[in-house]
């Protein structure tokens, strides 16, 4: 009953920059938190960024400074802003939101599918 679909992600350079999206759809009646993951190879997943729905955000300190999340509560939609782009920043990165379907009184979480960032020279 809810999609999560990420795009925008793909090979950069060290220091470069991309853009990660990620639209929710389906019958949503709220979207709490919402958040991006990433696994690096070999590695468990890990907190990026999450924001909640009144804009409070939080970062892993690996990219404070460095990656920026926002949402845009009329599209369901979240972003990651990622520049100065590190070798260690390569992974599949996961959106997950926290969502109320109508009709339900509670929320359940929902991922999407992942999308691969690979910082390379």
């Known amino acids: 009953q809810v999609q999560l679909v990420e795009s925008g992600g793909g090979l950069v350079q060290p220091g470069g920059s991309l853009r990660l999206s990620c639209a929710a759809s389906g019958n949503i009646f709220i979207t709490y938190a919402m958040a991006w993951y990433r696994q690096p190879p070999g590695k468990q997943r890990e907190l990026v960024a999450i924001?909640?729905?009144?804009?409070?955000?939080n970062y892993a300190d690996s990219v404070k400074g460095r990656f920026t999340i926002s949402r845009d509560n009329a599209k369901n939609t979240v972003y990651l802003q990622m520049n100065s782009l590190k070798p260690e920043d390569t992974a599949v990165y996961y959106c997950?939101?926290?969502?109320?379907?109508?009709?339900?009184?509670?929320?359940?979480?929902?991922w999407g599918q992942g999308t691969q960032v690979t910082v390379s020279s």
């Open positions: 924001v909640t729905s009144g804009g409070s955000t």
């Open positions: 997950y939101a926290r969502i109320l379907i109508r009709g339900t009184e509670r929320g359940d979480d929902y």
